[in-house]
């Protein structure tokens, strides 16, 4: 038998605000009653006998539990919303946290066992050739060299027009993939069923023939991505691997940081069954809790919430609704956004799927979905 109440809570930290949705199959009563527990973890809500509880993302102090008011309207959707003082237990932690803590930087990978690389570099991000351009006009440090002719070198991994080469023995790091020659790839090898000449041809596991990177003609390099990879943690020993929506979390929130834009055109990266997406980042960072229980889930959980829709620009997407226009306006500026075609799909089903998390009363705002995707925790990096 199905539960006749589901409860979500999140924690937007900008606003010291707790909030909490309840979705119930009736009316709330008299009989219905909310309660915050003595310590201030967990709310509980009762309605027709059932007693649902679920684990706050931060503690709120109180001295002991409490009764909550209710809205005097019956409804089946309810919204209690608790302001926090300043100095609530539990924000502390929660202010210290980093804005966006991604695994496996180069200097990581520097102090792991030695594995053929004996150079690892962190690449700035995706621009940093306009930037070059835009910092100095000859190559940096040679300007001392007899016969300088304003262009780098490809022994040191920029050449003329400020390309970036592969080089044996030394891997670029990005956010999200490495950069290594062809020799420095073992088990990889080219996608013999891939036969377009459209985009970058893709890279493949020898054992099961996962897609695990792509060709990076330009760079004369071969592109490993990170969300397919797994590397022994330092401290643990064992290895490790993460979810593909975290590192497109991160991506996000990189552009975010880098140019202050929140909405982006997603597409796929060879073309997609599924349409482009238009992506909202409507609150970058927040911790909820959902009494919707899931094996990959641990409550509380850090993520971004996010609103999307097929893009409005393409002729096979509806026209506009009045409320669309007026969302739109709030912002004129989007940036576009290409995902390798797995890691596009699994953004498309995972924030689908994460609508389950929501009450119903929550899962929409206006015509856009609403959808969570998962972020790192700093304590979850090894």
Known sequence: MSSILQ???????????????????SEHTDTTKAELSADGEA?????????????????ISGGGSAT???????????TLRM?????????????????????????????????????????????????????HCHKPDEHHLPDHKHEAGRDKGYAAANKLFAKVGVGYVDLSYILLTEVDCCGV??????????????????????????????????????????????SSGVMKSYSMPKWISAQLLTLIENQGIRKFTVRSEPISALPATTLWVFS??????????????????????????????????SERTSGSQALDSQSLSMEELSLP??????????????AQWLPASARKFQDWNVGLLKRFEENEID
Request: net charge negative.
């Open 7 to 25: 409860l979500y809570v999140e924690l937007l930290l900008n606003i010291r605000t707790v909030t909490l949705f309840a979705s119930l199959k």
């Open 43 to 59: 709310i509980s809500l009762t309605h027709e006998g059932e007693t649902a509880t679920i684990r706050l993302p931060t503690r």
């Open 68 to 78: 909550l008011t209710l809205p005097a309207t019956p409804s089946k959707d309810l």
């Open 83 to 135: 302001q926090l003082q300043e100095k609530s237990p539990g924000l502390l932690k929660l202010n210290e946290r980093s804005e966006n803590a991604t695994p496996w930087s180069a200097g990581f990978l520097s102090d792991g066992e030695d594995g053929g690389i004996s150079r690892w570099m962190d690449l700035p991000n995706e621009n940093w050739a306009e930037m070059m351009d835009f910092w």
């Open 189 to 234: 090898q080219l996608n013999d069923r891939d036969i377009s000449h459209t985009h970058q041809q893709q890279l493949v596991c020898k054992q099961c023939t996962a897609t695990v990177g792509a060709v990076d003609e330009r760079a004369e390099g071969w592109r490993l991505f990170k969300w397919s990879m797994a590397v022994t943690g330092q």
């Open 284 to 317: 970058p960072d927040l911790s909820f809790s959902s009494s919707v229980d899931t094996d990959a889930r641990e409550d509380p959980t850090r993520a971004m919430k996010v609103l999307w829709q097929p893009d409005l620009n393409q002729p096979h997407s």
């Open 341 to 354: 075609k797995p890691a596009f799909e699994a953004l498309i089903d995972t924030l689908t799927k994460s």
